[in-house]
């Protein structure tokens, strides 16, 4: 409950240190991985230098590979150390470097690795690194790319918006491609490429930009497309650089002809957060990010979400409300959905809400903060940055796989707790109640109530993101 100012630009840091944590961890490509072999492709990322911000694309790319369910990915950022018995082990090496030449035992490694039918491909900033400082003959006898003799960082086309003119309808990473892929780039131009090299796309300018080419055994794919991470979410990259990713690794191509970032499945549970009427921290939004089992999340008012009967659109509410009051309408509407076998999931200071509507915190969530001094019951109290020490209480779903755990976050002491509750959690700390989770005693929806959850802490704590999702599964039927 407490707030004050001068945390605020303290707190703005650790929101977007969450944000950017969020970004890195989405969940998997559904329409991928349905498609996706038994065995994972083994795949090694040459990376560790380059004009290109490498430690972002790389770990995206990583991501990209892991969510299809083809690849499994490695990174080595010392790639001058690769040798043949550490190749051994792979079918595909992403040469994603633009640094210095590797040295001949490394060079020599790759070529064999290629050359004894193995995969390579070569992105657009490899490609760049061509202009010049890293080029050495057999490089150029596997790509097929040459510069121009004075080339150092030629090929940064200004950026656009263009479709792809697919060549070769039959090569199996063209094969099924969606027609006239659209993208927004700055593909690598003014290379140019030997007679030997396969066109399997270029820009409407008549620029190759996909094409392939034999090397010994082995496959090459090359790929002018993804100048930085904006360009690497487009569907025209994605798409091609996992197919042409998949085709050099093994020869064939199983993946959609359409791949995107990573969405909810679609049968994903259908959450609803209620917040209003108490302030928090924007880095509370990030507990629902990055979950295939749910959808996109929503964010409403009490007093908006239940002016309609929302049975229909919604699975699981979460409640980060401080509600005063509904109207009638409002109250009717809110105990549909509770009296429909719905799933409920209060957290922190929702526990505050409805304070004059005893079905709600008796028999629904079993529990209360008393704001104000009843008879000889004194009002609940609440104290910031207090140490707690969680356990769980028993074996439940919603805490297997949740041991102990250490977070600093608010209290609450005194609050009505309804002896119907099963304890879910126990803290430690005698300015909290003992118990600090709970299922609620609703007999027709299942209802869970967390006490944590006060800001960027817990927020960002593993133990605490598996409980609300956990939660959320719980509630809405699928964990059991
Ligand atoms: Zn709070």
């Known amino acids: ?140 006898g596997m790509t097929k790319v040459s510069w121009p003799a004075n080339a150092t960082e030629l090929g940064d086309a200004p950026f656009r918006l ?32 030997q007679t030997k090299a396969v066109i399997l796309a270029t820009t409407d300018n ?12 082995g496959r090459v794919f090359c790929t002018a497309l993804g100048h930085d991470l904006g360009a690497m979410q487009e569907k025209a990259f994605i798409t091609t650089f996992l197919r042409g990713a998949e085709w050099a690794a093994s020869g064939k191509v199983t993946l959609p002809n359409e791949i995107g970032l990573p969405e909810p499945s679609t049968n994903g549970l259908r959450v609803l957060v209620v917040n209003g009427g108490h302030d928090h921290e924007a880095s509370f939004y990030s507990l629902f990010d990055g979950y295939n089992d749910i959808g996109w999340v929503p964010v409403t008012d009490s007093k908006l979400a239940f002016q309609e009967d929302i049975r229909p659109k919604y699975d699981v509410l979460i409640f980060y ?40 915190y008796e028999d629904v969530v079993g529990g209360l903060y008393r704001l104000e001094r009843k008879g000889g019951i004194p009002n609940s109290t609440v104290k910031y940055g207090e140490e707690h020490l969680i356990t769980p209480a028993g074996n439940h779903p919603i805490t297997t796989g949740i041991g102990p755990f250490h977070v600093s976050d608010e209290t609450y002491k005194g609050l009505y707790i309804s002896p119907n509750v099963k304890p879910l959690l126990y803290t430690d700390n005698a300015t909290s109640d003992h118990t600090v989770a709970w299922i609620g005693p609703c007999t027709t929806s299942r209802v869970v109530f967390i006490q944590l959850g006060h800001g960027h802490t817990e927020f960002r704590h593993p133990s605490y993101r598996a409980l609300v999702h956990n939660s959320i599964l719980w509630t809405g039927g699928k964990l059991n």
């Not at 020599?108 to 050495?136: C, D, H, I, M, P």
């Not at 008549?206 to 055994?217: A, H, M, Q, R, T």
């Not at 999931?345 to 505050?352: A, D, E, K, S, T």
């Open 206 to 217: 008549n620029e190759p930009i996909l094409f392939v080419s034999n090397y010994g055994k």
């Open 321 to 360: 409300d401080f509600t005063r009051d509904l109207d009638e309408k409002g109250k009717k509407n809110l105990r549909d959905f509770v009296e429909s076998g719905k799933g409920i999931v209060v957290l922190h200071h929702g526990i505050l809400s409805q304070q004059k509507w005893p079905w709600w």
């Open 1 to 140: 409950m407490k707030s004050t100012i001068e945390r605020c630009a303290k707190l703005l840091l650790f929101i977007l240190a969450a944000l950017a944590f969020e970004t890195r961890c989405p969940g998997g490509v559904e329409a991928a991985a349905a498609a996706s072999n038994s065995i994972p492709l083994k795949v090694l990322i040459l990376s560790g230098a380059g004009t290109h911000d490498w430690r972002a694309t790389d770990s995206f790319l990583r991501q990209l590979m892991l969510d299809s369910g083809r690849f499994d990915v490695r990174v080595s950022e010392v790639p001058s150390g690769i040798t043949a018995s550490a190749l051994a082990s792979f079918d595909l090496v992403i040469d994603d470097y633009n640094g210095p030449r590797l040295g001949s035992a490394a060079e020599k490694a790759l070529e064999e690795f290629v050359k004894s039918g193995k995969g390579l491909l070569v992105t657009r900033e490899a490609l760049g690194s061509f202009a010049g400082k890293r080029v050495w003959p057999e490089f150029v």
């Open 162 to 193: 263009f479709e792809l003119k697919t060549l070769h309808p039959e090569h199996p990473v063209i094969r099924g491609l969606k027609d006239k892929l659209r993208t927004g780039d700055q593909p690598r131009h003014e290379f140019a490429l």
